[in-house]
């Protein structure tokens, strides 16, 4: 059932896209006023920052606090929560993912395309890339008096081509709606499966944004660059971004985490699922 917070978030949205809230359904109205809309800015900002998540319109950006999870194992996500493939993921994040969807939502991004194959001219299966609106993801954190902000690309490892993964877009899917159970009725499939954001492809199509590079079809070459990123348990800034950044937007720098250098023993990953208490030393928001 959704959360008070949830349904808040879900009025300020539409009003900020220029929707109105009915039962059972939701009509398209004329545009808000120029003062409501600010007014639904506003609310959904903080709405936003309440759960840990911290949009800034003007640099086109939002962020979240996420913990380094998985930096010796092969990875297939790049962002999950506790629910999701935690032994497989290079950060974890606690807020909820229907919360980040709308946050993405208000950037004014559109879902694009998951990959899939298609029969090519040879009968053979052919590769169609994911296409569409995405965005440009960056990791940072404070250390020592330095800033440090980095791709997401460059932390993560080709396994296969012997050098960082190639920067790109990360096209924005914004997962989807599935009953699990009769009596919930639908639910937003990232939230109950907690996989965000998935660097090996999945034909599923139901995280919030997928990678789009050929080679992320194998999903047996992605590995962390550990010696770039602070260690296991510390948190960084997950910074998704609708443009290319020149450093951490003035917005959203008192946001940044100073992870230590002294490194967390966790739990083994495959202890963590719905439930599971999280103790590594910090928490996302």
């Known amino acids: 059932m959704p959360t008070p917070t949830l349904l808040r978030l879900t009025g300020a949205l539409l009003a900020l896209l220029g929707f109105v ?15 409501a809309q600010g007014s639904a800015d506003d609310e959904l900002t903080s709405l936003l920052a309440a759960e840990g998540i911290h949009l800034d319109r003007e640099a086109g950006a939002v962020a979240l606090r996420a913990q380094v ?17 935690t032994h497989e993921s290079l950060l974890m994040t606690e807020v909820t993912p229907s919360l980040l969807n709308a946050g993405l939502f208000a950037l004014g991004l559109e879902p694009g395309t998951n990959m899939r194959t298609m029969a090519g001219a040879d009968g053979e299966a052919e590769l169609v890339l994911p ?4 965005v440009l993801p960056y990791v940072a954190w404070q250390e020592g008096g330095e800033l440090y902000v980095y791709r997401v690309e460059d932390v993560l490892c080709d396994l296969a081509a012997e050098r960082s993964m ?34 090996a492809f ?14 992320c079809l194998d999903q047996t070459i992605w590995g962390a660059n550990d010696w ?17 950044l020149d450093g951490v937007p003035a917005g959203l720098r008192a946001h940044l985490p100073t992870p230590a250098r002294a490194r967390v ?8 699922g719905p439930g599971a208490p999280l103790d590594p030393g910090g928490s996302g928001g």
Do not use: C, M
């Open 228 to 244: 770039l990123l602070p260690p296991r348990g510390e948190e960084v800034l997950l910074i998704l971004a609708k443009e290319r």
């Open 265 to 272: 023993e966790l739990p083994d990953p495959d202890a963590f």
């Open 69 to 85: 999870l998985v930096t010796n194992e092969l990875l297939e996500y790049l962002l999950v929560t506790r629910r999701g493939a």
């Open 131 to 134: 296409a569409g609106e995405g």
């Open 166 to 199: 190639r920067r790109h877009r990360w096209v924005f899917l914004g997962s989807g709606f599935k009953t699990y159970n009769s009596e919930r009725g639908e639910e937003f499939v990232a939230d109950v499966e907690g996989n965000l954001i998935n660097l």
């Open 202 to 215: 999945f034909s599923e199509g139901s995280t919030l944004a997928t990678s789009a590079l050929p080679e």
């Open 21 to 35: 809230l009915t039962v059972p359904e939701v009509r398209v109205t004329a545009p808000v006023p120029s003062q």
